[in-house]
């Protein structure tokens, strides 16, 4: 029977069969049943490579950090996760580069340390067990921000927009140019993606 180990946009954690393409970590946040017991344990999400020099991993071990999986880098994103600095190091320091200058208003500099970064995130991720939403209008948001249309999550994407499966997304729709959304991905994050941070998207590509 599968794990509840997989994180959707809204940043809940469920249950699927369905294969994920990046590894997240929240700190310890299951028992030695396997259950999960809490949504963090710590305000650094981060988003690991599946391999890693050779390592491995049982899953839900007891006392070790949850694995917690992601179909897509911009499924992560949404849901509050950020790049890892050991096993992503050149994507961690391209994060922190654009987030930096996608943020200026915060007065951070490249020697800032990544927990005040993370400070910021999780005010915009998550609220009381809630998850942290914004307004915006979609003509405004990058490539890789995720909305909610009708209760569900959906990405933005090539002029289009696609609901988010934990299998993958559906077809793509069109949207209204001028229409306000309610946004997922965290504000700074979103800014990071205009400042040039390209996350990877689970889309097929254009012959």
Request: charged content about 20%; glycine content about 6%; proline content about 7%.
């Amino acid at each position: 029977m599968p794990l509840q180990n997989r994180v959707d946009p809204k940043a809940n954690i469920i249950t699927t069969p369905a294969r994920g393409a990046w590894l997240g970590n929240r700190g310890v946040i299951h028992n030695v049943q396997q259950q999960i017991v809490r949504p963090f344990k710590v305000k650094a999400w981060i988003i690991c490579a599946l391999q890693f020099r050779g390592r491995h991993r049982e899953v839900m071990m007891p006392d070790r950090w949850t694995e917690l999986f992601f179909f897509d880098e911009a499924t992560a994103f949404s849901a509050g996760h950020r790049p890892c600095f050991q096993c992503r190091y050149q994507d961690h320091q391209h994060f922190k580069t654009a987030w930096l200058k996608g943020n200026p208003q915060y007065g951070f500099t490249d020697k800032t340390p990544i927990s005040e970064i993370d400070n910021i995130i999780h005010a915009e991720r998550i609220t009381k067990g809630t998850k942290v939403t914004y307004e915006d209008q979609l003509q405004k948001l990058p490539s890789g921000t995720f909305i909610e249309l009708n209760t569900e999550p959906y990405l933005l994407a090539n002029n289009s927009v696609y609901r988010w499966t934990s299998f993958g997304y559906e077809d793509a729709e069109p949207f209204l140019i001028n229409q306000t959304v309610t946004v997922l991905t965290p504000k700074s994050v979103v800014n990071t993606f205009k400042a040039g941070y390209k996350p990877q998207i689970g889309l097929p590509e254009k012959p």
